[in-house]
């Protein structure tokens, strides 16, 4: 599986869109780009997934390069509860493996 | 909603003890994973499974065992607790969807913060 780099962190503002970038340069045809997001003290969260599109859900929207060698996390009204670690996760369909890196710690400050 | 349900959030056990850790969730799923989640290190697969009786090891199996003798319920094992086991461990679930595909979202449950002393 593609390995993802993420910023270590991320401050963003009440209200504002927040956009967490994250590059997967090696991903291969057939991977998809996973986001979960795991807030203090619960488990992850998935928010969205793709393969080539943009897609958007009630949680956010996930823009993939042409090349898909990166792509942006968008939380367009950011709000304090979206405080939490976002993982990027690249997976392939060699079986039930999800490889969680370090993740960004998005702060949404007031 | 899929309800992924580990039975304890804190646990203290001592070393040498032999440790349980039960996960059941309430949508059918196929697929079953334990993870454990270290500052600095991420969340880490120890084992998966992903069908009744069948479990194939993460990255980080050794110290560990696991059951899945039931569909709904995953347990993970500590035969002998040691004190770098101490950590927050995560259970999750999932829907095999259209064989071994890649469109495929995790559940998972609050986590278990075990300390070995």
């Known amino acids: 599986d593609a390995k993802t780099t993420q910023p270590t962190s991320m401050d963003c503002a009440e209200g504002r869109a927040a956009n967490l970038p994250c590059n997967h340069s090696t991903i291969s045809g057939n991977e998809y780009v996973y986001w979960y997001r795991q807030i203090h003290s619960q488990g992850p969260q998935y928010i969205i997934h793709g393969l080539k599109n943009n897609e958007t859900n009630e949680m956010a929207s996930l823009i993939i390069t042409e090349d898909r060698k990166s792509s942006t996390l968008i939380l367009p009204h950011a709000t304090l509860r979206d405080t939490a670690v976002y993982y990027c996760?690249?997976?392939?369909?060699?079986?039930?493996?999800?490889?969680f890196g370090q993740g960004t710690e998005l702060s949404v400050k007031p | 909603d899929v309800k992924v349900t580990q039975s304890s959030r804190y646990l203290v056990k001592r070393t040498g003890e032999k440790v349980f850790l039960e996960c059941v969730q309430d949508?059918?799923?196929?697929?079953m994973f334990w993870y454990r989640q270290d500052p600095g290190l991420g969340l880490r697969l120890i084992y998966f499974s992903y069908d009744v009786k069948m479990k194939e090891k993460g990255d980080i199996p050794e110290g560990y065992s696991v059951s899945r003798e039931k569909k709904e319920r995953f347990s993970l094992i500590l035969e002998s607790a040691s004190t770098n086991q101490t950590s927050m461990y995560l259970c999750?679930?999932?829907?095999?969807?259209?064989?071994?595909?890649?469109?495929?979202?995790?559940?998972f449950g609050s986590g278990t913060q075990l300390s070995v002393l």
């Open positions: 949508m059918d799923h196929e697929n």
């Open positions: 996760i690249v997976r392939g369909n060699q079986g039930g493996k999800l490889i």
């Open positions: 999750a679930s999932s829907l095999l969807q259209g064989g071994r595909a890649t469109n495929e979202k995790l559940f």
